[in-house]
């Protein structure tokens, strides 16, 4: 059995990225799929997990499969994949696999999480196209959610400027939900990415739409809410970003919307007031396409671009980020932000197994 079907496998059996990682000084991935029932509740696992991982459900697997080989586009890229993007695997329960259709690579770039209310108001439409198209233009990939409202108009924002954007959905790439997104959903997966931890059939559920939003903000660098209720999955989106130490900003709105109340709470707490673009850029210390440096935030401690000792780190071989942090004695996420610096500045390249250094001539 290969590593396909060992993530295959797992991601069945409900095992995410935490359990991988917590069993890896035990036992290797292909070692985890080999262990009896026994064995693995000793290791932690439930009953049904344990039973899952010896009897798979065949049907999900040979689903998986025929979606795989229905395009070059489908891609399954698992925990231990070069492609899995770090910043995802530093959120509570990354997902040990992910279903991609699209441009793969785009995981991996820096991007920001738009949100917002399903039911917008005509500004909060408006002002979720603008946000999307400025930040593309500044060298970001949109992601949110793909759910009516805000979602929409900020994939629709990034296409509009022929920019990149990323769709995390709650259910199977073969299912597009809602409807009325299926022409969206066409040109996302041409010109970015569909994204989902869920086998391609399965159907969407409102149990699924919170843990897909662990997944928006979890490849994002930060979560811009654009118009959220008081009580919203909006709300439940900018806590896991919290959780997960990425920025959060809110646009607020006037005090007598109740599409704004959210929002407000959310600067109360903390967020960004946010009013344009500058405001989110000036929070974060990397360059945009633009060449606009941003000034360092005192929350923040990424290292420069041109750090020679992260620079020193990569050579003419291909390295990985987490080897690159290792030797940088930096975090994964830091190293990740680094590195892209470099890239943009032409420095590094990435190539199948991380990163290669661009020498000049």
């Not at 036992?27 to 080999?34: D, F, G, K, N, P």
């Not at 991007?111 to 909060?124: D, E, F, K, L």
Request: hydrophobic share 40%.
């Amino acid at each position: 059995m290969d590593d396909r079907l060992n993530y295959l496998v797992l991601a069945q059996a409900g095992i995410n990225g935490y359990h991988l990682q917590r069993l890896a000084p035990h036992c290797s991935l292909v070692e985890l799929c080999r262990q009896p029932a026994s064995t693995l509740r000793q290791l932690g696992l439930t009953e049904r997990q344990a039973m899952a991982i010896q009897k798979p459900d065949t049907r999900l697997m040979q689903q998986a499969e025929h979606w795989l080989r229905q395009s070059e586009l489908h891609h399954l890229i698992g925990f231990e994949d070069v492609r899995y993007p770090a910043l995802l695997k530093q959120i509570r329960q990354p997902p040990v696999l992910l279903f991609v259709a699209g441009n793969a690579a785009l995981l991996s770039q820096p991007q920001m999480a738009i949100v917002g209310s399903r039911q917008p108001s005509p500004t909060g439409k408006q002002t979720a196209h603008q946000f999307a198209a400025e930040l593309v233009r500044q060298g970001y990939v949109i992601t949110s959610g793909m759910a009516r409202g805000i979602d929409s108009y900020a994939h629709q924002g990034a296409l509009s400027v022929d920019g990149p954007t990323i769709a995390v959905l709650g259910h199977g790439l073969s299912r597009i939900y809602p409807k009325s997104n299926q022409a969206l959903a066409a040109q996302i997966m041409q010109q970015g990415a569909l994204v989902s931890e869920y086998f391609p059939q399965i159907e969407a559920r409102p149990a699924h739409f919170p843990q897909r939003n662990r997944i928006v903000v979890g490849l994002s660098r930060g979560t811009l809410v654009v118009e959220a209720a008081l009580k919203s999955g909006s709300l439940i989106s900018a806590q896991l970003a919290v959780e997960a130490n990425r920025d959060v900003f809110a646009i607020p709105g006037s005090i007598y919307h109740p599409q704004s109340a959210g929002c407000h709470a959310l600067i109360q707490q903390g967020a960004k007031l946010t009013t344009c673009v500058a405001d989110i850029l000036e929070e974060w210390t990397f360059f945009s396409q633009s060449g606009l440096k941003q000034q360092q935030s005192e929350k923040n401690s990424t290292p420069d671009l041109f750090d020679d000792t992260l620079l020193a780190n990569v050579g003419d071989e291909a390295t990985a980020v987490d080897q690159i942090a290792e030797r940088s004695q930096l975090s994964v996420a830091d190293t990740t932000i680094a590195l892209l610096q470099l890239e943009l500045a032409g420095l590094v390249a990435v190539v199948p197994g991380g990163y290669i250094r661009v020498r000049s001539t």
